[in-house]
């Protein structure tokens, strides 16, 4: 039987449109926020290995030109709009429970290439999803389900490509706080014959915390500045 489950393979593969509104938490007159909306790619693989018993997997990459709103270290006003490249693997377990309702859980890997004015950070991200599911068929064709998760953030890390500013600098290293997250989906599917067609309305919110302080260094001095 397990052997003849393993041969159920779905997948998947779609487009969509997201919004992000990034924000950091500063002191004024200091500010620093990303917005704008972001056209994306998805591919996704659902293999059942025992009944109720699923394996998956999904790729997502998405990139646009987000619009900056946000001040110098001087604290003047700064705006500008640059490119910004997001990228995320996930893989899950998943297992019914109880009618059509089950849980899953996983791990993340998101990666952020965040363009500022001319150079570049790249933020990697390690996420460990817990979440719970319910369907709900309309008819034989046409269902409907409920997606939360709780997003733990143990790790990750942000390079700061100072070379881009100027190649006396020191490309940095820092290590990100711990933090958490969650997200909320409701997909929406319509089943046709071999075929299913699916809407995900979703919103994700996530922290992303301070870490470590790190010093910026120039090739003719020793330290210019801690960040």
Do not use: C
Not at 16 to 31: C, F, N, Q, S, T
Not at 131 to 160: C, I, K, V
Not at 209 to 221: C, D, S, W, Y
Request: aromatic letters at 18%; glycine letters at 8%; zero cysteines.
């Amino acid at each position: 039987m397990k052997a003849k489950l393993w041969g159920l393979v779905v997948w998947g593969a779609g487009f969509g449109v997201d919004h992000i509104d990034y924000r950091e938490k500063l002191d004024a007159p200091l500010k620093s926020t990303e917005r704008g909306y972001l056209p994306s790619a998805h591919l996704w693989l659902r293999s059942l290995i025992d009944d109720g018993i699923r394996l998956e997997g999904s790729l997502a990459y998405s990139t646009a030109k987000l619009f900056y709103d946000g001040s110098t270290q001087a604290g003047e006003p700064a705006t500008h709009t640059d490119r910004h490249h997001f990228g995320n693997v996930e893989f899950l377990y998943s297992q019914d429970l109880i009618n059509r309702f089950g849980f899953y859980g996983g791990v993340q890997y998101r990666t952020w290439l965040r363009g500022i004015d001319g150079f570049h950070e790249l933020y990697k991200m390690w996420i460990l999803p817990v979440g719970l599911r319910f369907a709900y068929a309309f008819t034989s064709e046409f269902e409907a389900e409920l997606d939360a998760s709780f997003r733990f953030f143990p790790y990750g890390n942000m390079t700061l490509y100072a070379s881009q500013i100027d190649p006396f600098y020191d490309d940095v290293n820092m290590t990100l706080g711990a933090s958490w997250g969650w997200r909320l989906a409701t997909p929406f599917r319509l089943h046709m014959s071999d075929v299913a067609w699916v809407l995900t309305p979703w919103y994700q919110f996530l922290r992303i915390k301070a870490g470590e302080v790190v010093a910026l260094t120039h090739k003719a001095f020793e330290t210019l500045a801690l960040l």
